[in-house]
């Protein structure tokens, strides 16, 4: 049986097929296979460009709350989402730690040569704050 009514077009190849992926559960897990709608891979692709929730959804043809469903309830979604959070958090960890040393040396130079008593103050509140913990 025939879906088209004669006053609608055809959907595209692209919006009529599932995709499958490998997608990583954990940093150091096993990939999980996960298929995902053509709707869900377009709501996934304006996320991940900075698009809000909302911008998916109309992207994707669908609600905000389907969107906010697939996140909490779609195991394939809610893996895929997730992996680019971690993926994200793992990048800005990366960013900081990249960064943290140049911040140091900041605060040594500030200390040592121009004795900064500011940034000493701060070293010391933290070193005070380790040795507590």
Known sequence: ???TSPNREPQSALSAS??????PVSDNGPDREVVLTPAQQQ???CLFEGGSISNAARSAGVSRQTVNRWIRASVDFKTVYEAW???IQKSVKDRMA???DAAM???ANA???RG????SEFVVRHLLAQKEK
């Open 43 to 45: 709501a996934l692709e």
């Open 105 to 107: 040396d900041n605060l």
């Open 85 to 87: 959070h971690r993926e």
């Open 18 to 23: 599932n995709t499958t992926l490998l997608v």
């Open 111 to 113: 200390i040592r040569l």
């Open 98 to 100: 990249a960064i943290g």
């Open 116 to 119: 900064n008593l500011r940034a």
């Open 1 to 3: 049986m025939n879906n």
